[in-house]
């Protein structure tokens, strides 16, 4: 198992350093222009200076290598730095937002409290009811309660959140007051009735996210739950004259929960970088948001390192999800 | 003598402040939202307005202009003028006089090696500054003594008041900035995020495309402001959220910038929480008339370039398309209580702009009745009107964005009664307006018939502005496709015209000049006036002082802001 | 030397009673007991139809402006209020332009589905020929589940919003700003969304090509093309007809979710998500805008789950007949 993780780790290298060139090479192609959204007013000339000190001239390919030297080479010593007061990384260039014209790591590292706060606690919300609501319905198939589950989840699945945000906002902050519309991303929770507000605050787009992760998740527990409900094993248990709640809750959920476990594995770069549309609504302000800033300021270093995260997450807990696979399911052996 | 002064305010604060509500700080948090986030807070290295205006509070320049389009002092006692003798008779040098006893928020003295400094900054070969059009034709500034600043232009300049005027050109602190020149710049991340200012505020936490945090500058130069201890500086969301949360919630103070329909700002107002307040500045919505030919049949270095046009040359024709416009439909349709109907390429100021009869009628039959007069008629039954045999069937571009598409829908309705064939196209903004010479998409290159979109100028003189009507001006292959002439509109009367406007320094004599200039643009064919926009902004009832100002940044007098009680 | 022994009477094969049952009436019978699966069937039929047909019977330009009809409700509003300014005309309204909401509806639905089918079907193309060919030829098993995972570790909405905002002008120009929009829209949901696909057909494949008929095949000198069509692919038809009915829903919320971020399709160009996306700001006064494409999308993405659940327990023959 060991020799097999270590295998996989080696081997994303090179995935990741190509997925790295895919997405330069696609960014390289944009006809879109970091300086677009400066006004009429600045004329070309300004702008044609602009463009060259941020370097937007050079040749793809040094651009790229820049890009690879600062990430790999740079970054890492300035997180040493950081964290060992050392000063390796002093007077060389990091990556650099051409919007903010400043680093791009410290504006990623700066948003990444809020996201984790709303997206992250509306992963574990969601978690917590979805798989209790797909155990149960699974139990009574087909009895007015799956039925009832199954017709909510389905509308938490089809309902975009562009549209149960705004209407959240409308009914608790504009009707009844109770929430605040905007995100407040300077609170600081230090007591009682700060946490209060930060729950307040939090409330409404934790609902919204819950609403669709829960959808997603209790549909594979159920589904998970039939397929050993159906098993030889269960027979045998019940056979064997064990309390339902032990055939069910011990035996079965246990099996039930393997491929579950690497699904919500999998789902977890999704709380880094998936809540765009959420975070904008609300004005959370964390990474999906910046992305969707950058994008339109076709900020290309930012745009670049913010994806390559993304992927590197993602190719990080494939790989975690496959080893608890193994871990969890004895039958499974990877050689 | 400073220590005094202080001292003298601080006790007569204290002394008043159970009077009067004037204390520095007494008000608590004043909380602005943006709907477009700030990124930097240096202007000189970002041209947008949210981040020209977020730090309008922070750093000032010498003078600015107030919500009427005046020059007002702003570190200095007096604008210089020929007649008080601060701008020289031959009109080549401009000396300004700062108010001594100013201090930097940090403490240290404001003096003219700062405002020398900014200019080498910005003027920095290699600094990409976003501003070099203020310090365009300076040839030196320098400093004779410690309040004294000097700047020499190259050549006879009538309108002076580029350099550090206006919240676009704010003066940087030398001592914070002075490892920051050039290549340099965009290294100063702390300095980029921080910068030490005179203005009422001071940052203290900054997060790029976020929030702001600001407290009160405790050197403020006046003793009882501002009234505020702390400002929340929100970013990001919708024009539609920031509304909402002035005007309906009321969890903000001040909402920038609501590009919204008329009747959901009217339905917002509702909420009772908040007022719309609306100013006009010289932004114009307008169809650019192509003066050369933009047929595809052409190469790529004829298309747009080679004069006349086929048909849009014709007096009668871009007459009758203007005629048959109905501007006040335009105006409540796309932008209500920050619109205006307005056929002058300058809107404002009041001393440039231009009358023009009929504008606000929409006459379809008159138009009709032009070209018919003209003898542009329907000679082959298709329902489409032909000049010499060539239909008046035109391609009609502009960028995407909802209000510019219902224009666009509107306007090819009322073309279409008059007989000519439109064709709809919308460009995404970022290529449109972006200058890549490799497009042929761009609002430069022009290979349409006509195109929309608005346009304004910095400041209140529009000499600039109006040169963007010269013969040399009009993008080509040869230019790269840079030029402000996007319509290769070009009349010898009009170049002379204004070539005489750069020599005159009387005000009254400008303005006929300009309007002159404006007349011949709108009756020779460059452009089709549609909407003079202005700029719609909206603060809680409970905030008092805003003056809404389209000529310098909208939080120009943030320092007089204060909680109505 | 060829002499017919009649066969002895215990031999005789007995000829069967009742005609065979084909293997796709079962499923059609288990199907039938599936009463949300039939609902689901039923409306997509019905959306489909209307979406198709609908702008015959109601033929008004969803496009045409009618500034004096601005802003009027549907006409169910009379009931309850007697002052609306509601119209036959207008069934289910106008917008603040004056334009033909049930228009609206008809064709943005017709966009909606489109982008919807065509982004399934050939993210079904793909993953099916990637999964099938991974699982049956050996060699290239290696090479194209590499590529699978390559392309799961792509971030797909950022990796979607980048591709619109790259590619939105280049494709507009060639193929008008409909067209082009379709293309990019459709293409970028399929290329993110084939990997599950083909991951499922491969292991499929990969446990049917052992099994003995697939022998059998092989040992009468079955071409593998032929092998594939005739005894595979049948075979693996289950689980892709599931993730049909998944795409299908994955296709149309996400271009509903490019509309609301202001990347999809041209202004002009009415769709379900974006005339949800542009009625946001009027929800209070004129909540019907945002509930009639809001519920359609919901109802369509709801029944095509539905469709997707009944097909999967019809179609599992260890299920079927439970």
């Known amino acids: 198992m060991l020799t097999y993780a270590i295998r996989r780790l080696f081997l994303s290298i090179p995935t990741l350093l190509f997925i790295s060139f895919v997405i330069f090479m696609l960014l390289q192609l944009a006809p879109g222009d970091p300086m677009a959204q400066v006004p009429l007013t600045v004329p070309p000339e300004v702008k044609q200076k602009m463009r060259e000190a941020l370097g937007v001239g050079e040749p793809a390919l040094v651009q790229y290598w820049k890009w690879l030297v600062q990430v790999f080479w740079i970054e890492p010593q300035v997180a040493i730095d950081a964290m060992f007061g050392t000063n390796w990384s002093e007077g060389k260039q990091r990556v650099i937002s051409w919007q903010t014209r400043s680093p791009v790591m410290d504006i990623v590292i700066q948003r990444i409290p809020q996201t984790l706060w709303v997206v992250g606690v509306a992963y574990v919300v969601a978690i917590l009811i979805a798989l209790p609501i797909g155990i149960y319905s699974a139990y009574r198939q087909y009895s007015v309660f799956d039925q009832a589950g199954t017709f909510v989840t389905m509308i938490g699945f089809s309902i975009p959140p562009f549209f149960t945000g705004p209407l959240l906002i409308v009914i608790f902050s504009v009707q009844l007051g109770w929430f605040p519309s905007i995100y407040d991303t300077t609170h600081v929770v230090n007591d009682w009735a700060s946490f209060k507000e930060q729950l307040q605050q939090m409330i409404m787009p934790v609902m919204v996210l819950a609403l669709q992760i829960t959808a997603m998740l209790s549909r594979y527990m159920r589904a998970s739950m039939l397929d050993n409900l159906g098993q030889d094993y269960v027979r045998t248990a019940r056979a064997k004259g064990l309390s339902e709640s032990a055939v069910v809750l011990v035996h079965v959920l246990r099996n039930s929960m393997i491929p579950v476990v690497t699904v919500i594995a999998l789902g977890i770069p999704s709380i880094f970088g998936g809540a765009i549309i959420t975070e904008n609504v609300f004005k959370v302000n964390g990474i999906g948001q910046l992305l969707l800033t950058w994008l339109f300021a076709n900020d290309l270093p930012g745009v670049m390192t913010l994806t390559f995260i993304f992927a590197v997450l993602i190719v990080l807990f494939n790989l975690i999800a496959d080893i608890l696979y193994g871990l969890l399911d004895p039958r499974i052996r990877y050689d | ?565 | 030397m060829t002499e017919t022994i009649a066969p002895i009477e215990a031999l005789k094969d007995k000829g069967p009673d009742k005609p065979p049952r084909s293997r796709w009436k079962d499923v059609w019978d288990q199907f039938k007991k599936h009463k949300g699966a039939m609902f689901g069937l039923g409306f997509l039929m019905f959306i489909t139809l209307a979406v198709l047909i609908g702008p015959f019977l109601w033929d008004a330009d969803p496009q045409k402006i009618d500034i004096r009809n601005k802003n009027m409700r549907p006409i169910y509003t009379a009931i309850w209020d007697g002052d609306a300014k509601v119209g036959w005309n207008k069934p289910l309204g106008s917008d603040q332009l004056g334009r033909d909401q049930m228009a609206q509806i008809l064709s943005g639905g017709r966009a909606s589905m489109a982008v919807g089918w065509a982004a399934m079907v050939l993210s079904l193309l793909i993953g099916t020929a990637i999964g099938v060919a991974a699982g049956f030829y050996k060699k290239l098993d290696g090479l194209l589940m590499r590529t699978t995972d390559l392309f799961l570790a792509l971030p797909v909405l950022p990796l979607l919003l980048l591709a619109v905002t790259l590619f939105r002008q280049p494709l507009t120009s060639t193929f008008g700003p409909e067209g082009g929009m379709f293309i990019l829209i459709v293409s970028i949901i399929a290329v993110t969304s084939w990997m599950p696909t083909a991951r499922i057909v491969r292991g499929d494949v990969l446990a049917i090509k052992e099994r003995e008929f697939v022998l059998a095949a092989r040992s009468i000198g079955t071409l593998p093309g032929k092998i594939i069509r005739r005894h595979l692919l049948p075979n693996v038809l289950s689980p892709i007809l599931v993730s049909a009915a998944l795409g299908l829903a994955t296709a149309i919320i996400t271009e509903s979710a490019l509309s609301f971020l202001g990347v999809g399709f041209p202004s002009d160009f009415p769709t379900w998500g974006k005339m949800l996306a542009d009625a946001v700001v009027r929800m209070e006064e004129y909540p019907e805008r945002v509930l009639l494409p809001g519920i359609a999308i919901s109802l369509t993405v709801l029944s095509v789950n539905y469709l997707g659940d009944g097909l999967r327990d019809a179609l599992d023959p260890r299920i079927r007949g439970r």
Request: glycine share 10%; net charge negative; proline share 6%.
């Open chain 2, 1 to 565: 003598m400073k220590l005094k002064s202080l001292m003298l305010g601080a006790a007569a604060s204290f002394a008043l402040a159970p009077a009067a509500f004037a204390e520095r700080g007494g008000d608590g948090e004043v909380k602005i939202i943006y709907w477009q986030a700030p990124s930097i807070l240096n202007p000189f290295l970002s041209g947008g307005t949210k981040d020209v205006e977020s730090a309008s509070m922070i750093i000032e320049p010498l003078a600015r202009y107030n919500e009427k389009g005046e020059l007002v002092p702003w570190l200095v006692n007096e604008v210089p003028t020929v007649a008080n003798g601060g701008v020289s008779e031959d009109l080549t040098s401009i000396t300004w006089k700062l108010t001594p006893g100013i201090t930097w928020s940090d403490g240290s003295a404001f003096t003219s090696a700062d405002v020398a400094f900014t200019y080498e900054y910005c003027s920095h070969p290699e600094g990409g500054c976003a501003q070099l059009t203020k310090f365009e034709g300076v040839k030196s500034v320098e400093t004779p003594d410690d309040t004294t600043v000097v700047i020499t232009f190259e050549s006879p300049t009538p309108n002076p008041y580029g350099p550090f005027v206006g919240g676009e050109s704010p003066i940087l602190q030398k001592a914070q900035f002075a490892s920051c020149l050039g290549a340099a710049s965009s290294t100063c991340t702390e300095q980029n995020f921080n910068p030490i200012g005179t203005g009422p505020f001071v940052v203290d936490e900054f997060k790029p495309n976020d929030v702001i945090v600001m407290s009160a500058n405790q050197n403020y130069r006046v003793a009882d402001k501002p009234a505020f201890a702390k400002v929340t500086f929100k970013g990001g969301g919708s024009a539609a959220a920031s509304g909402t949360a002035v005007m309906e919630t009321g969890e903000f103070d001040y909402a920038w910038n609501l590009q919204l329909a008329p009747d959901v700002i009217a339905k917002m107002q509702e909420g009772g929480k908040g007022t719309p307040v609306a100013g006009f500045g010289p932004l114009l919505e307008r169809i650019m008339l192509n003066n050369t030919n933009p047929s595809p049949d052409l190469g790529p270095d004829e298309r747009s370039v080679i004069r006349p046009h086929p048909f849009l040359s014709d007096p009668a024709v871009y007459k009758a398309m203007s005629m048959a416009i109905d501007r006040p439909l335009l105006v409540e349709v796309g932008y209500g209580q920050a619109g205006r109907v307005s056929c002058s390429w300058v809107p404002a100021p009041e001393a440039f702009a231009i009358d023009v009869e009929g504008c606000d009628v929409q006459d379809i039959a008159g138009a009709n009745k032009m070209l018919d007069d003209a003898g542009i008629v329907d000679t082959d039954g298709d329902g489409i009107r032909e000049k010499d045999g060539v239909p008046l069937s035109i391609l009609y571009q502009t960028s995407t964005n909802a209000v510019r598409q219902d224009f666009q829908a509107l306007i090819k309705e009322w073309w279409g009664e008059i007989g000519m064939e439109v064709e709809l196209r919308n460009i995404d903004g970022s290529v449109f307006f972006g200058g890549d010479a490799g497009s042929p998409d761009t609002f430069q290159k022009f290979y349409a018939d006509v195109e929309m979109y608005a346009n304004t100028f910095n400041g209140t003189d529009p000499q600039a502005y109006l040169g963007n009507g010269l013969c040399d001006k009009a993008p080509r292959p040869d230019s790269q496709w840079q030029g402000e002439n996007i319509s290769r509109f070009c009349s010898e009367e009009f170049d002379a015209l204004h070539a005489k406007l750069s020599a005159t320094a009387d005000m009254a004599e400008r303005s006929r000049i300009g309007k002159e200039l404006g007349t011949i643009a709108f009756e020779q064919g460059m452009m089709i006036p549609l909407v003079h926009r202005g700029r719609l902004s909206a603060h809680s009832n409970s905030l008092g002082g805003v003056v809404l100002n389209v000529w310098d940044s909208e939080l120009w007098n943030v320092a007089d802001w204060h909680r109505i009680k």
